[in-house]
């Protein structure tokens, strides 16, 4: 890049003109001359002003493509991130019974193994849930005994359809446990939407309840 022109040597060239023009030192075609060297100076000096600026808005546009760059490279990984999260999410989600069935029993005596079944029924998985369920019941795993926590978990299984979670919510609705007060009428609902499904238990019960006019509203 040339060096600045400065400013103030333009301006101390127009009055040495000036002032040799008025003591005349110099004749009229030198004084042209140097008239034409100021006015030379001064375009160079704009050019390099008006240059200065374009140099300036180009690196502004740079920086502002850059940033923009920027954004778009972070949101797309923003996106991958929540796409692997809800990936991972509907696979805890639908993991088998099987599975989860084998984390219960480490869940038993491993505290890590209990962490990742609670994680999994967070994640909505129902047999996670009926078996997180199962361990508040009966004080497994290292847990307090909660009843009540037992029969949120065995909600949640049931309100997604699992016979599993529909038995045994059905249960503690027939036995007023769980802080429910005992409710025949409901427990014969559940135990019908279970058995509906295949699940012995709840058509024994569900025959019982029939045997006895438990849960009046049944039809024979």
Known sequence: MKPKTSHSLIVCLIFLVAYLSQVHAVDDAEFEELEKQIEQLEADEKKRIKGEAEVKKLAEEERRLAELERQRQAEDERKRLEQEKREEETKLANLGKNEVAKI??????DTSSLKELMRL??????????SLGWMYENGRGGLAKDERKARELYEKSAAQGNSIGQYDLGL?????RGGLAKDERKARELYEKSAAQGHASAQHNLGVMYQYGQGRSCKR
């Open 121 to 130: 029924a967070d994640f909505n998985n129902p047999f996670a849930q009926l």
């Open 172 to 176: 503690m609705y027939a036995n007023g």
């Open 104 to 109: 219960r029993e480490s869940a038993k005596t």
